[in-house]
């Protein structure tokens, strides 16, 4: 065993610092003496990694998008090469976050250091020519739905189902002090400058239809950091100025409470995401819209396997049946997110069925007794021991 390890947690995006803070506190709770590093942001530093890279501007989305920050990848990609040079971690775990992800996890391999990926690429959607590799570069891979075993099965690679960390997180925050207001909707259009653009507008224009058809309804957005919280009051004050026909309730934007309005909204409209995933756990019924750079759809559409065939929502994916109705590009009509709305609303014809199903989900995700944080920590401290007992070979 090895008394101090020094592990790495390489995320690229808010839900992947999110994960790897989590994971964070659940290895200095098994091992005090750990050293952690890496990439991420605000969550992983607070939970005591040391940040070697800040994955807070690093979230774009869409083929378009990361070709104009593509430098800044290369840079950071061979800034954290030089490092596990200098200074070789016992182990490396990788948070999702394929694109940059599979190329380090390449590198790392042939520099001898174990590899672990936390949080599977969705290989079972895109092209499953990344399967081979990930079973090349990777000691062990860690999947958080239960189908993703069987993904993998023919691969070769250590599979270990630990369960959606989301789970224990958003039942940690839960208050019972707090209830639902059935006449609250929340509006989540992303966590991404790219994904508010696209989404914002037929939200409000939806908002809109509902408050002329139901009076007592209320709104809030809820963001995850200022800066979106700051560009969703732009888009608000520039959509009431560009559309003075069009009638919109005050609709007042939070920051850093979306736990809480999980908690205290009847529904919500968001995009699609690690958010719904974390709405079905908290049993907040939604309505599903997703908008992608033209361009990037086109081409996604040559790529993709399953997505535009079946389901973009995650928790339909899990359940394999429309949990969440679900909206991409063109079909983002207000007027049909209107009536979806309010099938979910309360005495809605859809709502008891939604909620029976987010419940089914979020057992078919579950860690167990343990929870998904702590299983992949006793996965990651054995290859790290594994590691030691074999004179550091992988």
Not at 221 to 226: D, E, G, H, I, M
Request: glycine share 8%.
């Amino acid at each position: 065993m090895i008394p101090n390890p020094k592990v790495w947690l390489i995320a690229g995006e808010a839900s992947g610092d999110l994960y790897g803070a989590q994971l964070a506190a659940d290895l200095f709770k098994l091992n005090p003496r750990a050293e952690l590093s890496g990439m991420g942001g605000v969550k992983m530093k607070e939970a005591g990694v040391h940040i070697l890279v800040d994955s807070s501007e690093l979230g774009v989305v869409g083929l378009i998008e990361v070709l104009g920050s593509i430098f800044k990848f290369i840079r950071i990609f061979y800034f954290l090469l030089r490092k596990a040079a200098e200074n070789p971690p016992d182990a490396v775990v990788l948070i999702d976050y394929p694109g940059f992800n599979i190329r380090l996890a390449k590198r790392l391999k042939k520099m001898g250091i174990p590899v672990i990926w936390y949080i599977s690429p969705q290989v079972w959607v895109w092209r499953k020519s990344n399967i081979p590799k990930l079973a090349r570069y990777c000691t062990k891979m860690l999947v958080i739905f239960p189908f993703e075993v069987e993904v993998y099965k023919d691969s070769g690679l250590d599979v270990e189902f630990v369960g959606h960390p989301l789970v224990e997180i958003v039942q940690e925050r839960r208050d019972p002090a707090l209830a639902r207001d059935p006449n609250r909707i929340l509006l989540l259009p992303g966590s991404r400058r790219s994904e508010t653009k696209r989404l914002l507008y037929p939200m409000l224009r939806t908002v809109s239809l509902l408050k002329e058809r139901r009076p007592e309804l209320e709104f809030v957005v809820a963001s995850p950091r200022k800066k979106v919280a700051d560009d969703v009051l732009r888009d608000l004050k520039e959509f009431r100025e560009t559309h003075p026909e069009i009638a919109l309730p005050e609709i007042p934007v939070v920051c850093g409470e979306t736990a809480r309005c999980l908690q205290t909204c009847a529904a919500g409209f968001a995009a699609s995401g690690t958010v719904t995933v974390e709405c079905a756990i908290a049993g907040l019924p939604l309505v599903v819209a997703y908008r992608l750079n033209p361009v990037t759809f086109l081409l996604a559409r040559l790529i993709i396997r399953k997505l535009f065939r079946n389901a973009f929502t995650m928790p339909n994916i899990i359940l394999n049946r429309v949990v969440f109705e679900e909206f991409l590009q063109h079909q983002i009509v207000p007027e049909v997110l209107a009536g979806a709305m309010e099938r979910i609303l309360p005495g809605g014809d859809r709502r008891d069925r939604v909620l029976a199903d987010m419940d089914e989900m979020t057992r078919d995700i579950s860690g167990g007794v343990k929870g998904a944080g702590m299983n992949a920590v006793s996965a990651v401290l054995s290859v790290v021991n594994k590691k030691g007992r074999d004179g550091g070979s992988v």
